[in-house]
């Protein structure tokens, strides 16, 4: 309990570099991603490869006026995408990117990633709501339907993965797999996980809030400048808290064979994201009651078995 | 022959003359006002489809002409319907409770010709501004 | 049987979703397909069709047009405005001024079939720009070139 | 002088907590936007999850947002985003019934403080292993704990149904 | 068959509200508008508002002579341009009794059905991009970009080609061009079974186009719909098929049909259309004749007086111009009935009662060109 204010200042100074650095990275990988699936480049123009474009793109969105409409509701519109992106910098502090690099040891850390995971959900349904507009509206609705529909079989996996590792803290969870990973054990389990944190992070096929073809931009429809670029800059932080946590649980972490441990936890973290957006650039989006028939009918079920096998299995 | 556009016409007693598909109409009729209801039912009875609704404005003889195609999925059974309205007070019986597509035919044709469709459920304007009152394609329009 | 059913859409679906990340994944480790403008450009076909161009007379440099105004007849948008004078020494006018609108322009061609002294060509511009619309509103196609009436 | 910034920081850090439970509460029954409202919970009960991690259990601070952010609240906010009717402007939530809750609340707190009054207040609770609380849940607590749990449901289905009312495709 | 949609601003009592779907949104491909009393997520009415994009095509080509209407009514459906030209001058040489020499008619069928598959391409794309999947559109590009190649390499544009003339084309094609077509079809060929695998297979975009939009056959002719609309209804109502015009009775082709008149129906019509034209240009390539490619028609064009009405069969449907003729330079009256139009004014009825995604899969699975709808 007895850390000084210097040393979280330092961490959240950390937190803030990794926040901002994996902004800057995903964007240009998703662009370039996005690019080759298409046939396409990419960025190309500004420096190696396009890959300040990221910071080219953030200096503009900086220098751009940040509108609020004259409709909006000013408080709750002003407030939303600090409540998506301050909780990133908490659920960042347990997260284990290696042996010794972690803030903080706390030993309910996976809970809490869990826990501040939810208040994304709460800051989608404030920017639609703030934002007095219809399609913005429908987009915060979606969101709050969709948590509904993930969160439980989210939680299922996790609670499968806390009874095998016996722990809360992440680290040890990591630890815990030292012999084997859990992917190992549990393939089902990771497929079912990557899918809720697909739903998680709202990304397509499950895009719902913002789904561009049917609600413009859904709930960050008026959002401009700055206040875009946070929403932007959350969303890809949960990807990345998403991804952590998907390696952990089910890769072993920072744990591998002759590289150091944070290139292992990095490589396993942008393998997943890869993943991610190798979905969003197959799949179409599903439809909003499919996609509750797939949490409610599909991933629940399969998640329960899947826990109760476990269950019964470690009993055993 | 027992086509269906041969039935169509003989059940409201028009005889079926064919043309030569030459110019792509397999028959041209010239009808009154009072019959073109009477007329679509049957088509529709007979499985036909509305192709469109048009007018043409002929300011020399003082006229204008409602024209409807009609057309069959069997194919090849394009049939031609004139209906001659005055053309100081053009007005013609609305076929859009019977051809449901053809509202919109007729809120264009009313719009650019100035021809009322008596009985059309919308008679907003489809193409122009809401609040035109002019009519294009009469051939006295030179612009507003 | 139900539950047969219901275990055998989730696998088969999930294969065809891996199907379709198959060619994704084919798309993104094959070679891209744009052209990297400006630095590369695409071939132009030789019937690239761009803006008009006036072409001149192979002995005389004068242009070749002389001013028939058939072209300006023909043109649907009337883009063409085409003025032309006698010189003293020949029979045939040559055209004095020829301006185009480009920004009504539909790039259709009709001018250049209609020419009959095939004075008219397609240019391969394609990448016009410009500071104002009246570079393009009346574009000079007799720059360039010589004039009779010229001294 | 460092350790009195170190105490400057924990009680700004506090005051804030404190700042967040009483002003979302009074927010959450003031507001005139039902949606002002809600926020005005969320605020409340993420200042609960900030006083319990005060109190020294970090456990409890995490199930309270999680459960009571994470599950109560995204099923009022549920309800909220299906019945958008009346309420959103113009209700009154002050009148005279609301004076009830407020007289009680006085009445509890300064008994609380009476008796507190004297003691000293150790803001340090006994460190818990959370396989014991699992066991107790488990255990003796077995029946509450299956109780609590209807809690959700009940909402969920609340939720459902007053979605089902006004459904008319 | 029901009367059009009712809706009245004000009815926004009971939790309903009124959307409005653009002029600009990336839905509705162009500036259509559609006004929606809705539900929550579901449509209770959908009102399409439309003349955005009006131009009066009708007006301009009775201004213009024959021949200066051409490059205008390409304008029309800039994504079909091939058929609109082709029936424009097919429409002229029948009220003036032109022959076409048949070399031109080959170029002209090779050059629509590659416009054709151009234009399903683009639909293909653009209808997964309304359905949330972003690489088939530039998937579906990077083959349609080759279309367009060909195409520009005889008629020098991309878009809007201006390519035939009355009695004939504008220019000749080579040799070059006819290899070039014949390794474009197999190569598109080989292509195809990755469309089928990135999308016709897909579990996902099998859940949102199945059952949706379904377009019984009876209301398909109380709204006129046509083309690959209509054939998903199950009509194997083509007009090549029957009112061959341009040659089309010389190729054999089959006519894709499908019984259930839902999105998935549309698709899978369009795909086999695909592969139809490919047949078609590989038989119009193998059989090419040498020859004049353009007849000697006067130079004034001035049909006898008449009527005609030219059916052609375009990427959308059933293309009719209706022209009158009195004889003069210009033509009296001419009547466009386009195929998107009678299309889109089917889809207030599809709407009602649908989630607004499914709404808007039904919009791009109808496959309109806003500005053919507006003229």
Sequence with gaps: MSISPVTIVCYLLGISAVVGLNAVILVWLERKVAGHMHFRYGPMEVGPHGLLQTLADGIKLLGKQFLVPDAADRPLFLLAPVVSLVPIFVAMVPLPLGETLQAWELNIGLLLVVALGLLNTLGILLAGWGSNNKYALLGGSRAVAQILAYKIPLLLCILTIIMMAGSYSLRQIALAQKDGWYILYQPLLFIIYIVTITLETNRSPFDFSEAESELVAGFHIEYSAMGFSLFFLAEYSYMFIAAALASILFLGGWQGPFLPGPVWSLLKLYGIIFLLMWFRWTFPRLRIDQMLHLGWKILLPLALVNFLVTAGVLAL | ?144 | MNGYRYLAGIVTGSVSLLKGMRVTFANMVSRPHTVQWPRQTAPLPARFRGHIRMLADEETGFPRCFACGSCARICPSACITVQGRKPGDRKKKVAVRFLLDFTKCSLCGLCVESCPARALAFSRDYALAGYRDTEFRTMDLLEGLASPFQF | ?169 | ?375
């Design chain 4, 1 to 169: 002088m460092f350790a009195s910034f170190v105490h400057t920081v924990y009680t700004l850090a506090f005051a804030t907590i404190l700042l967040l439970v009483v002003g979302g509460a009074l927010l959450a029954v003031t507001a005139r936007n039902l949606i002002h409202c809600f926020f005005g919970l969320v605020g409340a009960l993420l200042g609960v999850a900030g006083l319990y991690y005060n109190l020294g259990s970090p456990l409890l601070a995490v199930m309270q947002v999680m459960i009571y952010i994470g599950a109560v609240c995204v099923a009022i906010a549920f309800g909220l985003t299906l019945t958008r009717k009346q309420g959103e402007e113009g209700m009154r939530p002050l009148d005279i019934k609301a004076a009830i809750p407020v007289v009680l609340v006085v009445a509890m707190l300064s008994a609380t403080l009476k008796s507190l009054a004297g003691r000293e207040i150790v803001a340090s609770a006994r460190k818990i292993d959370e396989s014991r609380i699992g066991w107790m849940l488990l255990g003796d607590y077995l029946l509450p704990f299956e109780l609590i749990s209807i809690l959700l449901t009940v909402a969920v289905i609340g939720a459902v149904t007053i979605a089902l009312i006004n459904r008319r495709i």
């Design chain 2, 1 to 144: 022959m027992n086509s269906p556009l041969a039935t169509a016409l003989a059940r409201i007693g028009i005889d079926y003359r064919p043309r030569v598909p030459a110019v792509g109409l397999r028959c041209s009729l010239h009808i009154l006002p009072e019959q073109i209801r009477s007329l679509a039912r049957s088509l529709a009875g007979e499985g036909f489809f509305i192709e469109t609704v048009t007018a043409e404005d002929m300011p020399e003889q003082n006229r204008m002409d409602g024209i409807y195609l009609f057309n069959h999925y069997e194919g090849d059974m394009r049939l031609l319907v004139r209906v001659t309205v005055s053309r100081s007070r053009p007005h013609l019986p609305s076929i859009g409770r019977i051809f449901p597509g053809a509202v919109w035919h007729e809120r264009e044709t009313a719009e650019m010709f100035g021809i009322t469709f008596d009985g059309c459920p919308d008679s907003r304007n489809l193409l122009l501004p809401e609040e035109a009152t002019f009519h294009p394609l009469r051939k006295d329009f030179t612009g507003v």
């Design chain 5, 1 to 375: 068959m029901s009367a059009p949609p009712t809706y009245s601003l004000e009815s926004t009592d009971n939790g309903n509200f009124l959307l409005n779907l653009g002029p600009q949104h990336p839905g509705t491909h162009g500036v259509l508008r559609v006004v929606l009393q809705m539900d929550g997520e579901y449509i209770l009415a959908a009102d399409p508002v439309l003349g955005y994009g009006h131009r009066m095509q009708e007006k301009i080509a009775e201004n213009m002579t024959y021949l200066q209407a051409l490059p205008y009514v390409c304008r029309m459906d800039y994504l079909g341009a091939m058929s609109y030209s082709l029936a424009w001058v097919c429409a002229v040489e029948k009220l003036c009794s032109f022959e076409v020499p048949e070399r031109a008619v080959h170029v002209r069928v090779m050059a629509c059905e590659l416009n054709r598959i151009a234009s399903h391409l683009l639909w293909w794309g653009a209808y997964l991009l309304d359905l949330g999947a972003f690489t088939p559109f530039l998937q579906a590009f990077a083959d349609r970009e080759q279309i367009l190649d060909l195409l520009e390499y005889i008629t020098g544009s991309r878009l809007t080609y201006c390519y035939f003339r009355f009695g004939g084309l504008a220019a000749d094609v080579d040799d070059v061009f006819l290899r070039r077509v014949e390794d474009f079809v197999t190569g598109f060929r080989q292509r195809l079974p990755r469309y089928h695998d990135l999308v016709t297979g897909n579990v996902i975009f099998h859940h949102r186009s199945k059952d949706v939009g379904v377009i019984l056959p009876f209301e398909a002719a109380g709204y006129g719909v046509t083309g690959p609309c209509l054939r998903g209804s199950g009509f194997a109502y083509d007009v090549r098929k029957c009112e061959p015009y341009s040659g089309y009775d010389r190729f054999e082709f089959a006519v894709p049909a499908e019984q259930e008149g839902d999105c998935l129906a549309r698709y899978n019509v369009r795909m086999a259309e695909m592969e139809q034209s490919l047949a078609i240009i590989e038989q119009a390539v193998a059989t090419i004749p040498d020859g004049p490619y353009r007849a000697r028609v006067p130079r004034v064009i001035r049909p006898p007086a008449g009527e005609v009405a030219m059916a052609v069969e375009t990427p959308r449907g059933e293309l009719v111009i209706f022209m009158v003729s009195d004889g003069s330079t210009r033509p009296c009256r001419v009547k466009f009935r386009v195929p998107s139009f009678a299309n889109l004014s089917i889809f207030a009825r599809l709407a009602r009662g649908q989630l607004l995604a499914d709404a808007l899969a039904i919009l791009g699975s109808l496959d309109m060109v806003i500005p053919e709808v507006d003229r």
